[in-house]
């Protein structure tokens, strides 16, 4: 992924079309998991491709993976469309409420879904109300208010319980 | 905060539109803090690759291919190309070609702009441009029409530097163009941030941005073009 962002940057297409081979199908995987609908998922993957031809050369190897650079930007176009007032404004509420069940499930089933790695270890440590804040919104995409409805809970301790989780995750994880 | 919950904070997309703005800003000014949000990226990638692949669109590269040309990136090893032309797509840059030369024709023997920034929209539709002159001087122009509620004022900010945080250049009465008069300031860099937030009649109470973002950019600096 590294030589086909680079390639990218040389203005060389070849290195977008390397970036669709090695990962568009885990981009709209990804995308249609945070936004459940297909429609808004090829919009976000198509957006995302388009950034990361524009921005590719601002990529340094030495701050972080290619694929984590990569997954960031689809990540933010996917936030953009769910944060957008009216982007979802033309769907009635038996859609909206698709994508918000969807959406939910499928935060807190990537947990299952993980490889037996640390990373999972030390999820699986966490008590299971942090673990689901977290899962919400780095997998479905949720802000702290909406974790925070969702769990009936005030946001202070949604936001406290979120950083206590972080914080117990990254000490774990290092 | 520490340097690592702020880095997750804005990869998990937690912070308010404006704290995100000056964060993605900084990445690109301030190399330990992009390291801190890599390394940030790279402990939650695993959830990522969870996701179950679904097949892209079969005309995806049919979709994406007119604006790969429109918006060619700087090679990385030629000398540093005017920014504003690699950034952005052609309509884009023909607006501010438009606009400035309207500028230009209405009222010559006026000062260049040390930098320009087209303001975009979340969907990356342009919105407005600002020249900042330096030296106390800014102009905003609006490039599309946008919706102000009743009760609501826009106001124009710029980040000089994250440490010194968003600076305001002036609150604006209407969506069309009109002068600013910002506080002093450091002479406006090649890729400060520019936006513009929606805040309470007689601008944000804070001094601070604290409303929705309707546009922002990054600015051109224009010796170099």
Redesign the interface.
């Known amino acids: 992924m590294t030589s086909a962002i680079?390639a990218?940057?040389?203005?060389e297409?070849t290195g977008?079309?390397r970036v669709?081979e090695l990962e568009?199908?885990?981009?709209?995987?990804?995308a249609?998991?945070m936004l459940q609908r297909?429609d808004l998922?090829?919009e976000a993957?198509?957006?995302a491709?388009?950034q990361i031809?524009?921005?590719?050369?601002?990529f340094?190897a030495?701050?972080?993976?290619a694929?984590?650079?990569v997954?960031?930007i689809l990540?933010?176009r996917c936030?953009?469309i769910l944060r957008?007032g009216g982007r979802l404004s033309t769907l009635d509420d038996a859609a909206l409420l698709a994508i918000q069940d969807g959406r939910q499930a499928a935060a807190l089933e990537?947990f299952d879904?993980?490889?037996e790695?640390a990373?999972?270890d030390c999820l699986a440590e966490l008590e299971p109300a942090p673990r689901r804040a977290?899962?919400l919104?780095?997998?479905g995409?949720y802000?702290?208010g909406e974790i925070a409805a969702l769990q009936s809970i005030p946001l202070g301790t949604c936001k406290s319980w979120?950083?206590r989780g972080?914080?117990a995750?990254?000490r774990c994880?290092s | 905060m520490s340097r690592e919950q702020e880095a997750e904070a804005f990869v998990l997309g937690l912070m308010d539109d404006t704290e995100a703005s000056r964060a993605e800003a900084a990445l690109a000014t301030d190399p330990e803090w992009a390291r801190a949000v890599g390394q940030a990226r790279d402990r939650f990638l695993p959830l990522d690759m969870t996701a179950v692949p679904a097949p892209v669109p079969a005309d995806l590269w049919e979709r994406i291919a007119p604006e790969l040309q429109m918006a060619k990136p700087k090679a990385a090893n030629l000398p540093s190309a005017p920014r504003l032309r690699r950034l952005l797509p052609a309509s884009i840059a023909a607006a501010i070609a438009l606009a400035v030369g309207i500028g230009i024709g209405s009222q010559t023997l006026r000062p260049e702009p040390v930098v320009i920034a087209v303001l975009m929209d979340d969907s990356g539709a342009a919105r407005a441009v600002v020249e900042d002159y330096g030296s106390e001087s800014a102009r905003v122009r609006f490039v599309s029409d946008v919706a102000v509620p009743d009760g609501q004022q826009m106001q124009v900010w710029t980040l000089p530097s994250p440490e010194r945080g968003p600076v305001s250049l002036g609150l604006l009465k209407e969506d069309r163009a009109e002068h600013l008069s910002p506080p002093e300031l450091p002479t406006p860099a090649d890729g400060q941030l520019y936006e513009i937030t929606l805040e309470p009649l007689g601008g944000s109470p804070t001094g601070r941005p604290t409303g929705p973002i309707l546009a922002k950019g990054f600015a051109a600096r224009q010796n170099d073009i």
């Open positions: 680079a990218c940057a040389r203005g297409q977008l079309h669709i568009g199908g885990r981009l709209m995987g990804i249609k998991r297909r998922a090829e993957v198509q957006d491709l388009v031809w524009r921005k590719a050369s601002q340094r030495g701050e972080g993976s694929r984590g650079w997954f960031a990540r933010n936030l953009n957008d990537s879904a993980l490889d790695m990373l999972k977290i899962l919104a780095y997998v995409g802000s702290h979120i950083k972080l914080d995750l990254r994880l």
